[in-house]
Each structure stands twice: as structure tokens, then as C-alpha cells.
């Protein structure tokens, strides 16, 4: 279809569902206006939950400020640098991202089950000067590090965020008795609860980005060839939220009351669209699956958090469907099912 043809069938489609032709102007240009936004007017109520833990929209602001504090106290971190992130459903992600974010850097969505030549190529195409990875997946990133210019590796635990003592027992049995976690020497790392204790949340000031700044990093599949960094910017992140946002109000989506099931992973736009840039500004909650692969553990989870929308791609979907206790399970509460 030539551009002309295209763009009279997208307004025909918009008119058809009652979808705006047009944006309203919003003061959210930036990240940095969507967080000012979440802890405003969210930050009573719960932002993400995983494994039974929840945190708040001030909690979630609170640290990922100490986060982005402790990253500005790096000698050799400065506004701009690249900072990869290769975490799947935790806890640990927003926190990570928001505190990228708001130190004015950028993030590099990393596939946590990449090979060690995928992820030396990432950091490298990336340029990225530390990476946030998963205990529990490190060895690739052990075997990959030392090719690449990154300079410090933060490993983080399943249960970093949840309090003791369950923290201390899910790590104990993570790698003395499923032995999960494999033992690897670094040449530099930390622990992501040390690089948040060297933060302090009372110092930090937004960095101002601009609605021009990279915000992202987010590599495409690479099916045809390498794997591109499209650059994302604040301005087309929060351009694509407020576009999208139309679809909520169809909903009756009701601002900071809704739940969301996030089973698809962070470090995809997909979910990092609906968790970190919708949720934020619908100030909903995402329950996090760390393994929606385990289709009886996440229905189980399902069970536990009567939601309101559902996010999943048509695979997710499929398998779903063919189980007896997914058709088993209330929806009398869903408003939306994005695919």
C-alpha cells in the first residue's frame, strides 16, 4: 500500500473504534515527568508484585532514586552512558531501569537467556560501561564480560527485595539445595543490594532530559541479520504511552485501582510499554512472572491476584487455553486483554 492508502485506512480504523485522531497535549514529555507523575498521585498504592512481595509507587520512587544515586558516584558512569539490564521478571527490573533513567542514562534491554557471543555483541554494539544481570543466569555473562568494556557487573538474587528472613531462606535453598545459582569468581562485581545501600535518595535531582534524549536501547531480534539498538527516545516512549493510553479509557481503565498480569517479559518493549511506561502513568499494579513457561505455576499465581487485564502473545495464549484450571479461573474482573 503506498503511504497515502495506509494512512486512510489507520484513520478509518480509528474512527471506527472512537479513537482520537488526535493527541491531546500532556505535560508528561519525559521520564522524568512520569515519575514526578507516579509518586504524586500513586504512591500509597502497589506498583509491581512478584513472589508475594509488593512494592508501592513511593517505594518504587524511593529506590530507584538511591539507585540512580549510586550510579552517579561512579567515577567512570556520566549522563549518557549506556547501562545493559538482563533480568527477567523481578522485583529488581524497575528498580533498575527507573534508577538508569533518572541518573540521565540509558538502558540496554539484554535477553537473559542470550549465549555469551550474543551478549559480547550487545555490550559491544552497545557500549555499555556496567551490566545488571541475574545470579541465577551469570554464566554467560561471566564467559562474555571480559570482551566487552564493561567495567562493572551488579548481580543481583531472586529475593533481593523481600525482607528477611524469607529473602535469606529463598537464596539458601536457590543454591545449597536446587543449586540454581552457580559459583563464579568476577574480576569486578557487587551485589545490587550493596550498589543500593551506597545510594541515598535524599540527594538525587532529575537529571532533566529533554524529550530528544535516548532513553533505550532495544535490540530487535536479529532474525535477519545482527541484532540493532533502535534508539528510543523519552519523546517517542511517551508518545506511544499517551497514543496507547486511548485504549485504557475504553476500558473504563480507573486510574490507580486497576491490576495488570504481566507474564511477558520487561526486557521486551511489549511489557516494558505496558508495566513501566502504562503503569506508571495509569498508576496500576503488574504482578510479575518471573517463568510464564511454568503454565501451572503462573495460573496458580493468576488465582492468587484477581486482575483486571492480561497481557500475551498468541503462543501464551494457545497453552493457556488448552489447560483445564486456566478456564477455571475468574474473569469476571478483566476490562482488557492486550495481545
Same mark, same amino acid.
Given at each position: 500500500?503506498? %503511504?497515502?492508502?495506509?494512512?486512510?485506512?489507520?484513520?478509518?480504523?480509528?474512527? !471506527?473504534?472512537?479513537?482520537?485522531?488526535?493527541?491531546?497535549?500532556?505535560?508528561?514529555?519525559?521520564?522524568?515527568?512520569?515519575?514526578?507523575?507516579?509518586?504524586?498521585?500513586?504512591?500509597?498504592? /502497589?506498583? #509491581?508484585?512478584? #513472589?508475594?512481595?509488593?512494592? @508501592?509507587?513511593?517505594?518504587?520512587?524511593?529506590?530507584?532514586?538511591?539507585?540512580?544515586?549510586?550510579?552517579?558516584? +561512579?567515577?567512570?558512569?556520566?549522563?549518557?552512558? !549506556?547501562?545493559?539490564?538482563?533480568?527477567?521478571?523481578?522485583?529488581?527490573?524497575?528498580?533498575?531501569?527507573?534508577? $538508569?533513567?533518572?541518573?540521565?542514562?540509558?538502558? $540496554?534491554?539484554?535477553?537473559?537467556?542470550?549465549?555469551?557471543?550474543?551478549?559480547?555483541?550487545?555490550?559491544?554494539?552497545?557500549?555499555?560501561?556496567?551490566? $545488571?544481570?541475574?545470579?541465577?543466569?551469570?554464566?554467560?555473562? &561471566?564467559?562474555?564480560?571480559? !570482551?566487552?568494556?564493561?567495567?562493572?557487573?551488579?548481580? @543481583?538474587?531472586?529475593?533481593?527485595?523481600?525482607?528477611?528472613?524469607? +529473602?535469606?531462606?529463598?537464596?539458601?535453598?536457590?543454591?545449597? =539445595? +536446587?543449586?540454581?545459582?552457580?559459583? *563464579?569468581?568476577?574480576?569486578?562485581? *557487587?551485589?545490587? !543490594?550493596?550498589?543500593?545501600?551506597?545510594?541515598?535518595?535524599?540527594?538525587?535531582?532529575?537529571?532533566?532530559?529533554?524529550?530528544?534524549?535516548?532513553? =533505550?536501547?532495544?535490540?530487535?531480534?536479529? @532474525?535477519?541479520?545482527?541484532?540493532?539498538?533502535?534508539?528510543?527516545? &523519552?519523546?517517542?516512549?511517551?508518545?506511544?504511552?499517551?497514543?496507547?493510553?486511548? $485504549?485504557?479509557?475504553?476500558?473504563?481503565?480507573?486510574?490507580?485501582?486497576?491490576?495488570?498480569?504481566? /507474564?511477558?517479559?520487561?526486557?521486551?518493549?511489549?511489557? #516494558?510499554?505496558?508495566?513501566?511506561?502504562?503503569? *506508571?502513568?495509569?498508576?496500576?499494579?503488574?504482578?510479575?512472572? /518471573?517463568?510464564?513457561?511454568?503454565?501451572?505455576?503462573?495460573?496458580?499465581?493468576?488465582?492468587?491476584?484477581?486482575?483486571?487485564?492480561?497481557?500475551? *502473545? %498468541? @503462543?501464551?495464549?494457545?497453552?493457556?487455553?488448552?489447560?483445564?484450571?486456566?478456564?477455571?479461573?475468574?474473569?469476571?474482573?478483566? +476490562?482488557?486483554?492486550?495481545?
Amino acid at each position: 500500500m503506498e %503511504n497515502s492508502s495506509v494512512m486512510e485506512a489507520l484513520r478509518a480504523a480509528r474512527d !471506527r473504534y472512537g479513537i482520537s485522531q488526535e493527541l491531546t497535549d500532556s505535560p508528561i514529555k519525559t521520564f522524568d515527568d512520569l515519575f514526578a507523575h507516579a509518586a504524586e498521585h500513586f504512591s500509597g498504592r /502497589p506498583a #509491581f508484585t512478584c #513472589f508475594g512481595q509488593s512494592l @508501592t509507587f513511593g517505594e518504587l520512587d524511593r529506590l530507584s532514586s538511591k539507585f540512580a544515586d549510586a550510579l552517579l558516584q +561512579r567515577d567512570y558512569l556520566q549522563r549518557g552512558d !549506556r547501562i545493559a539490564i538482563q533480568l527477567p521478571n523481578l522485583l529488581q527490573y524497575p528498580v533498575a531501569a527507573m534508577g $538508569v533513567l533518572k541518573a540521565g542514562m540509558v538502558v $540496554v534491554n539484554v535477553n537473559p537467556l542470550y549465549t555469551d557471543r550474543e551478549i559480547e555483541a550487545q555490550l559491544n554494539d552497545s557500549g555499555a560501561k556496567m551490566i $545488571v544481570c541475574f545470579a541465577n543466569l551469570a554464566a554467560e555473562v &561471566h564467559q562474555a564480560v571480559d !570482551r566487552t568494556d564493561v567495567q562493572e557487573v551488579v548481580i @543481583t538474587q531472586f529475593a533481593d527485595l523481600h525482607p528477611a528472613p524469607k +529473602r535469606n531462606l529463598v537464596h539458601f535453598v536457590l543454591k545449597y =539445595v +536446587r543449586r540454581e545459582v552457580p559459583s *563464579l569468581q568476577w574480576k569486578s562485581a *557487587l551485589r545490587f !543490594r550493596d550498589l543500593l545501600a551506597a545510594g541515598d535518595d535524599t540527594n538525587y535531582q532529575p537529571p532533566g532530559s529533554s524529550p530528544e534524549d535516548i532513553a =533505550v536501547l532495544q535490540y530487535t531480534g536479529g @532474525t535477519t541479520g545482527k541484532a540493532k539498538g533502535v534508539m528510543l527516545t &523519552h519523546g517517542n516512549l511517551m508518545q506511544n504511552m499517551h497514543q496507547v493510553a486511548q $485504549v485504557y479509557d475504553h476500558a473504563n481503565w480507573e486510574k490507580g485501582q486497576m491490576r495488570m498480569m504481566v /507474564p511477558l517479559p520487561l526486557y521486551h518493549i511489549y511489557a #516494558f510499554d505496558v508495566s513501566v511506561c502504562h503503569g *506508571l502513568n495509569q498508576g496500576h499494579e503488574s504482578v510479575l512472572i /518471573p517463568n510464564p513457561r511454568d503454565l501451572d505455576g503462573f495460573i496458580k499465581e493468576m488465582k492468587k491476584y484477581p486482575f483486571d487485564g492480561f497481557t500475551g *502473545l %498468541n @503462543t501464551l495464549f494457545n497453552g493457556l487455553m488448552n489447560k483445564e484450571s486456566f478456564r477455571e479461573l475468574d474473569f469476571s474482573r478483566c +476490562r482488557l486483554s492486550l495481545s
